[in-house]
């Protein structure tokens, strides 16, 4: 069964609130270095992470090798109406992983 | 002239040996801190009962917070694995495990007393072995491989509904034989290397092996997430790679040699917390 990344957004905050996102995507995180059976292992990691709300990005990251396996990010951004926090994370091969997270500001 | 030159010599050699043992005083010292500091973290106290110390007490702060935390700690990728499992239809019967089980929380205390005695293979079945027979017998499906994503992840979801029971592993009746021989082997020499796993577990646990503080080799964390495989593994994973290190030859998981090794090393660890799924290095 496939992995699934790990996102823990607050359900509900106060307008204006500096709330904290926790992010962790399973991955295997190649660093194209390592050998096996006398080969080397082509490169093969998330290079790009980008969390937006409503459309608006509000974090993102380059990676680059001698990240470990299974990235976690966490970051602080406030927030002053509700909506979707959307997470998308783009592997060497131009795969992308997507999540979402519904907020409810009061 | 000669009496001065001799003299100086003098001089400087002991000033030498005094810088020495000066030297040695402080590598002492820093090496003793490394032990002490780690055992003064105030959240040992639940990791230890008695004269029992669970591997948690040799990890470093930052592995400590790793686990402590549930989002941080990776290894919940695979408990979740694990939770889609449960409720997944698989196999010719048209079950799942929550066809027969109904809630994971039943299978609380699980853990904690794995391995058990099979009365039918008349031998002792660890929790992935046992997994096994009932995909194979009650719903039809496949067996899983033994180091899959799939396999880990369940056995650390079923693992985590026990998290904080102490270990309660039974060796009366049939099972004393297999307790025997899982002990005879953990004090058995093999390899090229001609190390017993009592060898650095026992006679040196508590040193240092390198840059590594050996513990005593407390099973009651298992599936774990270790830093060095960078994905969680089962206890069988581990005592491979001991064996490895050691330069002897392997045995498969879940043969019975290793399930011996498991009853023994899990009956030693009686009475500290179920922790499944920790974070070791």
Redesign the interface.
């Given at each position: 069964?496939a992995?699934?990344p790990?996102v823990?957004v607050p359900s509900s905050a106060k307008k204006g609130e500096v709330i904290q996102i926790?992010t962790?995507a399973?991955h295997?995180?190649e660093t194209g270095r390592r050998k096996s059976k006398g080969k080397l292992v082509p490169r093969m990691i998330i290079n790009k992470f980008v969390a937006k709300f409503n459309g608006k990005e509000v974090f993102s990251t380059d990676m680059h090798p001698a990240i470990?396996?299974?990235p976690?990010f966490s970051f602080y951004t406030k927030v002053s109406e509700s909506g979707t926090f959307e997470f998308s994370w783009t592997d060497d091969k131009g795969k992308t992983v997507k999540a979402s997270r519904k907020i409810t500001v009061k | 002239m000669k009496f001065n030159i001799w003299g100086k010599i003098s001089i400087v050699l002991s000033c030498a040996a005094m810088m020495m043992v000066a030297h040695s005083a402080v590598a002492e010292m820093k090496k003793k801190s490394e032990l002490e500091r780690r055992m003064a973290d105030p959240r040992n106290s639940k990791y230890t009962v008695g004269d029992k110390k669970s591997g948690y007490v040799y990890m470093t702060t930052m592995t400590r917070d790793m686990q402590d935390d549930d989002?941080?700690n990776?290894a919940?990728?695979?408990v979740?694995?694990g939770k889609?499992?449960w409720s997944?239809v698989d196999g010719k019967a048209g079950k799942s495990c929550a066809s027969c089980h109904k809630d994971a929380s039943s299978m609380k205390g699980v853990m904690a007393k794995y391995p058990v005695y099979d009365k039918k293979l008349k031998k002792m079945v660890a929790l992935q072995a046992k997994i096994n027979m009932h995909r194979k017998e009650k719903m039809g499906a496949k067996p899983w491989k033994w180091e899959s994503?799939?396999m880990n992840?369940m056995a650390a979801f079923i693992g985590l509904q026990s998290r904080g029971m102490p270990m309660n592993v039974s060796i009366s009746g049939p099972a004393k034989k297999f307790y025997d021989k899982g002990k005879a082997f953990y004090y058995e020499r093999r390899g090229l290397l001609d190390m017993a796993c009592k060898h650095c577990h026992i006679d040196n646990a508590e040193k240092m092996a390198r840059s590594n503080l050996l513990s005593w080799g407390m099973p009651n964390g298992f599936p774990t997430f270790r830093?060095k495989w960078?994905?969680i593994g089962s206890l069988h994973r581990r005592f491979a790679g001991c064996n490895k290190q050691i330069r002897a030859k392997p045995f498969k998981r879940g043969s019975p040699e290793y399930t011996n090794l498991e009853l023994y090393l899990k009956h030693r660890a009686n009475g500290l917390p179920v922790e499944t799924p920790s974070v070791r290095n």
């Open positions: 069964m992995k699934k790990r823990k926790k962790l399973p295997k995180m470990s396996a299974n976690y | 989002f941080s990776p919940f990728v695979w979740d694995i889609r499992n997944k994503d799939d992840g830093l960078q994905k």
